[in-house]
């Protein structure tokens, strides 16, 4: 299986294209997956596509991101309700450099960057291990770096793909070579 399916939206995209092992979706303006940890403000209207998936899996992609504004990006998602997501992010930084960013959200969401990326494409990958999630990034998608490693809760969750542009007039962002499989990561700090 490519894709997982069946996919739904979470909020309309300006443009939306889905086939094969690619995604495309251009989120609207000051669109984002949100809840600030200073003033508590929830921002939840980012478009995305997602899926439900029971048990153990490995979803991984390229994304390549149009970046225009600061923290536009394209993610792969983790999606339980608007309170509780995760997001693995290749988002363009205050600095203008495009990266790879994680943000879990609890209630509340956290901030955590990651390493930056030289040039507008990365390869993502989300992968379920018994109760807890590694994301991971890659330069070749061979090679995986591990991002951050976590629990949410142990309900199954919805993954899939999302555009945001935050601070932006929109964004869009093209996942290729995507693939989803029901599988358990051996180890997820070995590199593969």
Not at 25 to 53: E, M
Not at 95 to 105: F, I, K, L, N
Not at 161 to 184: I, W
Request: proline share 6%.
């Amino acid at each position: 299986m490519t894709l997982p399916e069946p996919l739904r939206l979470l909020n309309e995209p300006v443009e939306e294209e889905v086939g094969g092992d690619r995604v495309r979706l251009v989120a609207g303006p000051r669109t984002d997956w949100f809840i600030d940890p200073s003033t508590d403000r929830v921002t939840v209207n980012a478009p995305a596509l997602v899926a439900p998936v029971q048990g153990d899996f490995v979803l991984a992609g390229r994304v390549e991101v149009d970046f225009s504004s600061t923290f536009d990006a394209g993610v792969l998602a983790l999606w339980l309700d608007e309170r509780t997501w995760a997001k693995l992010c290749f988002e363009y930084s205050p600095a203008q450099e495009p990266m790879v960013v994680s943000v879990v959200t609890r209630d509340v969401s956290d901030d955590c960057n990651s390493v930056v990326v030289g040039g507008d494409a990365v390869w993502l990958r989300i992968a379920r291990i018994g109760r807890a999630y590694a994301f991971h990034a890659s330069l070749d998608g061979r090679w995986w770096q591990l991002v951050r490693h976590f629990r949410l809760r142990d309900d199954d969750p919805e993954v899939g793909f999302l555009a945001q542009s935050p601070r932006g007039d929109g964004c869009a962002v093209t996942f290729s070579e995507v693939s989803f499989a029901a599988a358990t990561l051996a180890d997820l700090r070995s590199g593969v």
